[in-house]
């Protein structure tokens, strides 16, 4: 904000606070977005080459945990051949991460497979927990899986074999007054520089098209 900016009295408050706020969602949002959606790339042909980590989706991708419905998904289809290769491998309790179709579609079928508890949470977050023959998705309902690609989508994430890894120190911080001496103002920037380490990717798996 600028320094004139800064001086007005705004009816809402602290005017600085409330930017630097939304700013920060902001930014845990992106990151959330390159953990899920992310492209591994390396820009050498900078002073300051430019890297991105790979997400989720493109790991499992390449593993081939991927079940396309083609449009068609019974009970039985969801219950049993793709909970039995989401849990091939790994834990047999999962974080299932669903579009709000997914979640529509799963609370249509017989309530004896779901189990709520008022105020329960599951890795930091209320859950519903969806029983099926081969393991216990913990499901929540992502707002990220939107728009034609992601709307019919379901990723299963086994939590022990996923990671967030900062490089030392460049962890998410708030880095204030980053402008030079002749700025009438303030301007303030978030840092973070980390990957999404995934252990065998065999253990996560996709479910979309239905």
């Not at 579609?105 to 099926?132: A, D, F, H, K, P």
């Not at 086994?158 to 962890?171: C, I, N, Q, T």
């Not at 303030?188 to 980390?194: F, P």
């Amino acid at each position: 904000m600028s320094g004139t900016q800064q001086a007005i009295e705004m009816y809402g408050g602290d005017e600085y606070a409330r930017r630097r706020y939304k700013k920060g969602v902001e930014h845990n949002e992106d990151i959330e977005r390159a953990f899920l959606f992310g492209e591994r790339y390396l820009d050498p042909n900078t002073d300051k080459p430019k890297r991105t980590t790979r997400g989720l989706v493109r790991w499992v991708e390449e593993g081939g945990n991927v079940e396309d419905m083609q449009g068609s998904m019974s009970e039985e289809d969801f219950m049993t051949d793709w909970a039995e290769m989401a849990f091939e491998h790994g834990d047999d309790e999962k974080l299932l991460l669903c579009s709000k179709k997914l979640i529509s579609e799963v609370s249509s079928w017989g309530r004896e497979n779901l189990q709520t508890t008022s105020g329960e949470e599951t890795y930091g977050i209320r859950t519903t927990r969806l029983i099926t023959p081969h393991g216990d998705f913990m499901l929540v309902r992502h707002n990220f899986l939107e728009n034609q690609e992601y709307s019919a989508y379901g990723i299963s994430v086994d939590m022990s074999a996923v990671k967030a890894r900062p490089l030392r120190g460049r962890d998410t911080a708030l880095k204030p007054d980053i402008h030079g001496n002749d700025v009438d103002g303030q301007i303030d920037q978030y840092l973070t520089e980390l990957g999404l380490q995934v252990e065998q990717p065999e253990r996560h798996a996709i479910l979309k098209n239905f």
